[in-house]
């Protein structure tokens, strides 16, 4: 019935969208004339720079991505617990280790706090910190928080925290508001980094992680695959973005030159030169990034997901100079094996 | 069983929103930004100028003063993206074949020009 109800409740918002077609156009004709108000100028900014064709364009997007948004929560609302269950312990160390690798990127984000607030002339804020950071804050104000958020890291890496008590899950959250604040000021001192985008993803879902498992324990192990998909959520999700964005493009071994313009190299020239070998890759990442939610259902296709993702933040590297070795995307893989496998294949030979 | 069920919706929430709204107003999440095939080279808002003979001149493609003639748009892309400013101040100054009297970056801001000075 409630599936039923889901239904029924995701299509009338897509007819209504549908309807309402019209109405997002006269809003993007006003917002192009308007140069009123904080909010007002900048949603007119961000119209003007996808250029009002494209903006017109991309409204039919819309409609579809609600439907693909729905969909996507049918199958997840749908698809049947995994037999194999995270153990306590298992988990615990692996909250550990999700914080201890924080204490390795907090003194790299300072660092590159450090050199925004050296050029912060040309500090942007974005839409919701415009609101509290309209100018750079002090280097005194940005130490402190790094400081105090390594703290943080250390006291889940090295005390003996009970996972299931409520300074576990309240210091998480404090955790996650000074990555948010550190993350804002990143992203107003340029273009759009996604050094941490996946490592923060996962943050927001170790928060809900360590609540459930305060509140009700006997859904520790849905948190837990919540907050696997809080990291292939992020693969699946760009997948999606090629898919809707470039469309057959994407494909096209041919214009991966285009890449190239913006990110010059040797690989990269060689690949431009071979649209077979372009066309292969751009079409296997595409593949292996929409295929990632399988893991919601079968755990051990992380190992694919992991797998591909390796090579692909390798290949990024090489081939485009994007990320590095030291990325934080390359470890945020490790968290998505199956932290059971062990027991599931012990069990499995037992029941042979 | 209906509030285990729910919890997915968490994750939709999360990654769906960004997602219908297109654009960058949830700065953590811009998929956009990483996905699509450029039609051509990205613009820069950021504009390098050189000062020779009493005036400033912004740097084209072409230019005397540049090794081969090809602008340095990586170094911009590099300001852009990473602010890494030894980096890109070093990058910037090895496609100078020779050097004029100065060099300074420029962006207009809420009809500001705020102007940088990088060399010398």
Redesign the interface.
Known sequence: M?YRLFVATSLGIFLLLWGLEHWLEEVILHLEKSDSGYLTSFLAN?IES?GTEEARN?IP??KI??L??CL??FY??SSE?PKSMATEKDLRWRIRLFFGIQLVYLPDLMK?LS??W??K??Y?P????GFIFKEMPSVFFLQFGVLFCFAIGAYFLLSKWKPGSSIAFILSVVSLMCW?IF??IY????????TY?SM??AM??MS?LLF?WWK?PT?TD??HR?FQ??IW?CY???G???L???GS??LDGN?FK??C????GRFCDWFAQHPLVSGFALCAVLAFQLLSPLQ?RYPRWAYVTAGFGLFFHLGTWLVLDIGGWQSPWLVMLLFLLPVNANNSLAEEKLAA | MFRQRLIPLFLVFVFGIPFLMLTDLFPLHRYGMFARIPISAPESPVKILVYQDGNWTELSSGSPYLDAGILPRKSLEAFGDSLKESQFRLALLSTFKKMPDSIALEKIENNTKIRRILYP
Do not use: C
Request: aromatic content about 16%.
């Open positions: 409630k961000k996808l991309l997007q819309i991505r609600w693909a948004i996507f929560a997840l609302m617990e590159e050199i925004r050296q050029w002339s040309f942007e974005a839409l919701i910190p948010t993350l804002f992203m107003g001192g340029g273009n759009i980094d996604h985008a923060y993803s927001i879902f809900v459930i009700n859904l849905s948190g919540l998909a809080g959520g699946f999700f760009s999606l973005e090629k809707f964005l470039s493009n994407w214009l285009v890449l313009q913006s990110h010059p919601w």
